[in-house]
């Protein structure tokens, strides 16, 4: 959780409010030895985040179904 004094607050709140609205993660103020926090009331759908990659998988995802791991994976484990 990301905390800031009153003075970084003040001169940059818009920034730091679109950012609780974007990650839902709460903002903490210091004030004094006192702490504040700004939390989002409703919460953050988290999958509205993921960026589309369509050429992350080069080829045909289907071949990955059949991958056979036995030959690679030890799993003798002391």
Request: net charge negative.
């Amino acid at each position: 959780m990301k905390s800031v004094t009153p003075q970084e607050l003040k001169g940059n709140l818009d920034n730091l409010l679109e950012e609780i609205l974007k990650t839902g993660i709460p903002l903490e103020i210091d004030r004094g030895g006192k702490r504040l926090r700004i939390v989002p009331v409703e919460k953050s759908d988290k999958l509205q985040n993921l960026v589309y990659r369509p050429h992350v998988i080069v080829g045909d995802p289907d071949d990955l179904i059949d991958i056979n791991w036995e030959q690679e994976v030890n799993l003798d484990l002391p």
